[in-house]
């Protein structure tokens, strides 16, 4: 199934015939990759214009599930919003037969399919990855040329885009560093070319682009978004672990420090002493550590059939299995053994360390296959399991 083709290896899926090694090595933070498939129902799994469709017409749609845009003539939200900020679903119909963009932005927190596909993604790039939707209707223009502020996957499944690539007015704006256009300008046309159904392309964060769809035919494409951890953040997150040890980090700034007649010689001094003293303090390994396990703490735990499971009878001998794609891991205390991941700590005595290695390690396993534990405490552990949504039964068993 292609659903399954995306979620067991994403990365390869997107940037075919390119390899991941080649993807690392020559395009990644660096430079845009154009990936043409001849299938043009590579993506068609993921999602659909009847299914937007459905979402408009009969889900909720809270005020941030929904957005428009066009570029000429502009559009304010009060053009397809009631005035007390709800969807005025009819509005965003008639804005988009007079070509504005629809815009369901992270779609994933509400469409398991896009879910289980950035949780696959996250786990090839340890960060958060998350789904924008843009329904374009033909030969119109939702944005002017801009950046992002993180790296881009678009994945085109209905319709045609032509996009420009520009150049990098900036290299690897923070997240938040918006695009201003009197700051930032589009640089010199770098390249051009037409996203058809089932292609993909890779922008980095920074390159300037604009997209403009092409034909009658309505472009529905999904901008797949990398929220990564940066070397500035592991390197403040050092400093903190630092200062919290070293009260030299914790003094003030000299006082009087904005005067203009304040001599800021000894003030340097001491700066220099301090960066020396971070050098020889910091302990990466435990920093590094840390910032993994925050990391797994984020994700959005998977649950999808643990309530179907709960209320069926427990089977000693029914087959669990490591959920594809949980990012996970565990750490052994002098007590107790935790299980790192989404939606915090799963805490288990000491004693059941080697069956949780053996539950993910990924091998199937039952209540009656993991002998070194008690019947009663394998039976809470292997629920408890479930309920987080670590582990899942294997169908058919």
Known sequence: MPLEAITQDPLSYLVAPVTKTEFFNTYHEKKALLSKHSDTNRFRDLLSIDRIDEIIASTEL?????????????????????????IDRGAVIRHYQEGATIILPQLHLADEILSNFCRSLENVFSSHVQTNIYLTPGSSQGFNTHFDDHDVFIIQLSGKKKWRLYQKPIENPYKGESFNTKEYKAGKLQKEFE?????????????????ISVGEKASLHITVGLIVKKWADLMLEALSEVAIRNPKFRRSLPPGFARPDYNDKSAKIYFDELVNEFQKDSNFDAVFELIKENFLRERTPHLRGSLVDASSTFLKERLYIRRENLQATLKLEESEAIIICGGGDLRFELKMSEA?????????????????????????MIKKLTAFGIIEPIKNT
Not at 62 to 84: G, V
């Open 62 to 86: 809270p005020p941030s599930s929904l957005d428009m845009a066009r570029k000429e003539p502009t559009i304010e939200r009060s053009y397809y919003t009631f005035k007390n900020g709800n």
């Open 195 to 211: 996203l058809k159904e089932g292609d993909c392309v890779y922008i980095p964060r920074g390159l300037m682009h604009d997209a």
């Open 356 to 380: 949780l290695k053996v539950i993910l390690s990924g091998e199937p396993f039952s209540a009656t296959s993991l002998t070194d534990c008690e019947d009663n405490s394998t039976l809470d």
